[in-house]
């Protein structure tokens, strides 16, 4: 079941008060999931296609269960009553979005880089990246800030509105739990090259169109908001599939053409160095403002991408 109406009004609440920590949320439900079935059973030693498949297992358990356990949720509590069947519609539909979030912790990572210490930015931006802090400089951590605020423009805003508004809270749920999958255990590392092999095939596959959509989205807001959108679409043509990833070059080419600045390189992700090719022309040095640049992007494409996706909705609803 999809109502426009109530993602609108998800939406709008995702603008106004974000993810807050103590609040229940169905991805912290997802990750106890994961981290218990990793703990119980995935074993390194194993061989190669043992690993293979309880990698599969545990993506397809927490797919499902999630799909399942959503569609009972909501059936069950329209069925109670119809006003505590909208309040859960949209408070899973609210938690599937993650826009003041980003935008959220962009701007603290920002504050410790102009106010604190770089030990302090250091620890700030390890909450929102995968890779190894410890040695970054104010540089690279504002690179690490603007490089996870336009990928997560596309996880975390776009492909979310788009699962909404094709299937719904279930849809958007499932989707969620490929997203949960492949950041604990998608990473091109030893430990989980096998494990996670799965996880992360399927969050590639179930990005494709959500990033190219991002990509569209972010091209449109840099010219809305004035920065160099034809550095932008230069960029952006010519630096989208240069990622390691098939989908996280899309919105980082453009985000990096629009900020005039070079995104992109070796990072080291659970103490393995992963090569990553460059994105962008450093036209300028990226400095912290560029984070706050990001998080203008970030609120123009969100923007458009409910706009727009209401009223195409709005066509076959």
Request: hydrophobic content about 45%; charged content about 20%.
């Amino acid at each position: 079941m999809v109502s426009i109406n109530y993602i609108l009004v998800a939406f709008i609440l995702d603008l106004l008060i974000g993810d807050p920590h103590s609040w229940p949320h169905p991805v912290k439900m997802m990750g106890r999931y994961i981290s218990f079935f990793e703990n119980y059973f995935y074993r390194k030693e194993r061989r190669k296609k043992a690993n293979y498949f309880w990698g599969f297992l545990l993506w397809l358990t927490t797919v499902v269960g999630v799909g399942i356990s959503t569609a009972l949720l909501l059936w069950l509590s329209f069925h109670i009553h119809p006003i505590l069947g909208a309040t859960c519609y949209i408070y899973l539909s609210y938690s599937a979005l993650a826009t003041k979030s980003l935008a959220v912790e962009g701007r603290q990572v920002y504050e410790k880089l102009i106010h604190g210490t770089i030990d302090e930015a250091r620890q700030q931006v390890s909450l929102i990246v995968g890779r190894d802090t410890s040695d970054l400089s104010a540089k690279e951590i504002a690179n690490a800030t603007i490089e996870t605020i336009a990928e997560n423009t596309s996880d975390g805003v776009v492909a979310p509105l788009c699962y909404l508004f094709v299937g719904g809270p279930v849809l958007a749920m499932v989707y969620k739990a490929v997203n949960t999958l492949d950041s604990m255990v998608g990473y091109q590392t030893p430990k989980y090259q096998e494990f996670g092999y799965v996880s992360a095939k399927m969050d590639d596959l179930w990005n494709v169109i959500p990033a190219r959509i991002t990509w569209i989205l972010l091209l449109i807001a840099s010219k809305l908001l004035k920065m160099n959108a034809a550095n932008a679409w230069l960029i952006g043509r010519r630096d989208c599939r240069k990622h390691k990833s098939p989908n996280s070059g899309y919105p980082e080419s453009v985000a990096a053409g629009a900020l005039e600045i070079q995104l992109g390189g070796s990072h080291t992700y659970h103490g393995i160095e992963i090569v990553k090719p460059s994105i962008g022309e450093a036209k300028k040095e990226v400095e912290p403002r560029d984070i706050q640049r990001m998080t203008q992007l970030l609120y123009g494409a969100a923007m458009l991408a409910i706009g727009i996706f209401w009223l195409l909705a709005s066509l076959f609803y």
